[in-house]
């Protein structure tokens, strides 16, 4: 069976990483396995970079994405939202034109819904692993709340304006490639549900298949060996926070302090803070911004490596995974696997690996007394933290063993490839749009800012011109400079003046009456 799996890269973020362990264990059983990215082939067996040199269109619409999305956003989330366009063709790719079954993973900025429209002109199953919302909404990977994607997303509540209606334009656009015509994988059942109430995918064929994890790279390993390399002590109780981004609002990194300022408070754990006994250890792209600022802490930055990341988790007592909305995190099973029980909100795909009571806690969402309880549940007997950990590392080997991954989505795809062979390709459904162009709004609010393709003539004289007007502006701002700076002289010269004869006239004043009279 030749299997070609899709994602914008193979390195950076959760989604690459599941999808890269996917293609791992797929590879390992089925040796006709490839995986594309655009980016970061990172010399990984049977993976392939289909990228190129950045196209006058991916330029245009990064000043888009910049000018109209990243420039107005509100409040409501800071979480990555995406035009993911234009995409590109990977038609031509023999391992694309071969393969008897596409699965498409984390594919912004990579496949836009024209591409993968043309994928389905192929007459071949395409299969979407979701790992956030992104494939079912009009741009945001996280709706935070909104439910419009259940309908038709317009007025976006994480924009503060969309003037061209960009949103209701991209989510149209997938209704008209893709909606009912691919098969959907969610890792977690709660992603499934969502995908159920979309409007996209409500009438698609939608599996529940969880994220594997090779258990051999995550495996408990000795803490007093793991916490030796960090300089943290044996009998500590260490909390672990981590996440790819800790600056994401969503992730619920400004929970963190108030979890730490609540425990520093507690009378029976005085002792413990004072004597550094209670800490709490970070890794992730920019923890600094969530420190707490109360309980000793160590920050690790970004891991990627799996012993790496193994020895982290083993360090550490518990996992805090506080995140409002989440697939199946990477962290929570990468923990468990380590043997390292979770404390999770009772929220997204957490409360399918966390068993309360069982494999860890779970704690209704930002609740800080029951965060406490749980917590002081654990640093008061060690014993039974030890067995959360304990049985979370047999929950993994149970349910969530790359290899039974393996083998599920290997019975899916020998289905949908049987099925396949009696249905003619579909042909596109973009209301005759072309396939390889993106939606000619957008084309024509690109037109607006980006000048046509240059030749190289135009190009040399362009960036001549260029730097003449930078010369000249760096002129006017020299002037301005000098004006502003002789100004300042002048009003510092004119202050001292003021105060020296304010001065001179009060000590006047003061020999004046002093002497008076005599």
Known sequence: MKIAIFNTDAARGGAARSALRLHRALLAVNPETTMLVRRESNSEPGVLECGSEPSSEDVAFSLVQDCFVNAHRTTATNTIFSLGLPGMSCLANPAVSDADVFNLHWVTNFLAPSQIAELLTLGKPVVWTL???WPMTGGCHYPAGCRQFTSLCRDCPQLTEDPFGMVEMLFQQRLG??????????????????ARQSRVFRNSRIEAIPNGLDLKSFAPMSRSLARAPL?????AFVMLFACSSAAESRKGGDFLKEIADALGRVPELKSMHRSGKLRLLLFGWGTGDVSTGILPEKHMGFLSGDSDLASVYSAADVL???ASEDNLPNTVLEAMACGTPVLAFDAGGAREMVIDGETGRLVP???LDACVSALRDMIDNRDYCAALGNRSRKRMEEHFNADIEA??????FEELIQASTARPAATSALNGQSLDRPPERLLDLIARYVAPP?????RWDAEKQWLEDQKQALETERQLLRTQLSQAQRNIAYKIARSLKKTLEGAKNFLK???KGN
Request: aromatic residues 8%.
């Open 320 to 322: 805090l995974h506080l």
């Open 131 to 133: 790992h956030d919302q």
């Open 513 to 515: 009456n002093r002497f």
């Open 454 to 458: 240059l030749t190289q003539k135009q």
């Open 231 to 235: 300089g943290i002590p044996e009998d």
């Open 407 to 412: 083998r599920r989505y290997l019975r899916l």
């Open 365 to 367: 969402l930002r609740n």
């Open 177 to 194: 490639a893709y909606a009912d015509r691919i098969t959907i994988v969610a890792p977690s059942k709660w992603m499934a549900n969502e």
